[in-house]
């Protein structure tokens, strides 16, 4: 049994050596800035460690790991487009160094590419492979629709948002470790519960993300802390914090979250202290606490050998303790 | 054999058939809306009656069917925003109707539906099913990028234009037949033929799109008459007149094409009477006539026998003589 790093230096390697050129080159450079911009290659390492850790052969599951980071890729780069995000991994976003429509059709082209990646895997896992990947894709738009939609609605609920990273992020997740099971030619059913195991870590992520954004180290996350706030995005920090606060801190809430002042920088301390206040970043640790329990309940029901448990739960740790 | 309007109808009633709603209904409703414009239908028509002509069952080529025409559904949404088109069959297009995010989103859906939908083809199929699709998704947004890149580009040669609608247009009807083909479990140097068959007659189908836009009726048309010439678009018509005119038309042809004058009708005539001066029409459909030429060739290459050829030739020149 390997490391985490292992597999992610695998699949590093494995992207560094892909060629992202092609004819015309205005639609592959985006793609090649795109795919070597780097990041965790969290969801491709995911499938390479579930695979082996079933016993699977990681290199027959290289390429649906490949085809997993480029279609996450891809999702990026459409939603810089619609979240208007001008950075990206400390760099400049697709839609922002060139234009949205470079965005638009580098993103589709890299679609076709992630399900071409997909393709290269064994022969009779396809339509097993092809079923996950197509359902993880359409929830995925579902989810960034989701939130598009909370930018204008001024009553969602804590369990909607919760409805939409489980759609925009965790199922992501839970799909890059079933497709590695998929290819380890474990069971449907320890499939997934494989799967089950990654949705709800991928929840936790996904609030740790939340978390970072307002507590974070803009140097080590690679974004701007205080992002979300800035663009009153209803996270959970933010949703939990509504449920809890007073009703005067709820007012001043809502007003700070309905307004774009020049002092950013003020409005995102006045945020952080109501907040603080209601302890929100512990309120928030908490529900991850939850999703990490409901993960390690999921996992003792595939009922692994104790080294490979353990390797599970050290990933499932490793992405609850993350500063990036 | 059965005639074309019968595969036309079959497919047209299986789409009504379909449901595209969903949840969140703000991604689901552009996706019906498109769906349900109408159109000609052509490629999965294309597919059915290329599968039904080789003898195989077309009900199991109908997922496929419906694949292709989602996949060229969702291109033409991605598409009109990026040229900005207004109108799509005489209807708001979809990033006019509602907005660019929409489109956007609503298009990536699209994608993997297409992909859903070609999963529910024969299993021992699929990767070569998948094959042929993601080769022709890649050219097709290759094609795009050389349509956007010719916008700023003025010294486009007639054989880029050619290789643009290539990879545009007719790869997706080469591809739409050779999807057919295979379910009707054709040999690979069949199917190959008879995807070079839909390619040849797709050229002419493009250029009769090129004729249309300049000199069809813009009620049979559902695009309003002079479109590309109003948006300065570098069509055939427009390239192949710049070869063969004298200096000072060329001249003229030039400064109209990088003008947007308010009276737009006057500078359509303006065009339309150098196109009729040097015959231009004329031209287009000798082009025409040579792809139409190359298409006969590959279809006796394939070796039907003579009622299955009169199909497809039929095919060929409804395609060629149409109006819309």
Sequence with gaps: MLNIDFYQKLIQQKIQEQSFSGTPPELYEPIAYTMQLGGKRLRPTLTLMTCDIFGGDIYSAINAALGLETFHNFTLLHDDIMDQAPLRRGQPTVYQKWDANRAILSGDTMMVMAYDYLLNSPKDLLSDLFTVFNKVGKE???????????????????????????????????????????????????SKLVYSFGESIGMAFQLQDDLLDAYGDSNIFGKKTGGDICSNKKTYLYLKALEVANEADKSVLIKLYSSYPSDEQAKVLQVINIFNKYQISHLTKQLMEEYYSNAMKFLKLIDLNAEKERLLISLADTLMKRDN
Excluded: P, W
């Design 140 to 190: 995925v738009c579902e989810g960034q629709q989701f939130d598009m939609n909370f930018e204008t609605n001024d009553h969602v609920s804590i369990d909607e948002y919760l409805e939409m990273i489980r759609l925009k992020t965790a199922v992501l997740i839970g799909g890059s470790m079933h497709v590695g099971a998929i290819i380890a030619r474990v069971s449907e059913e320890k």
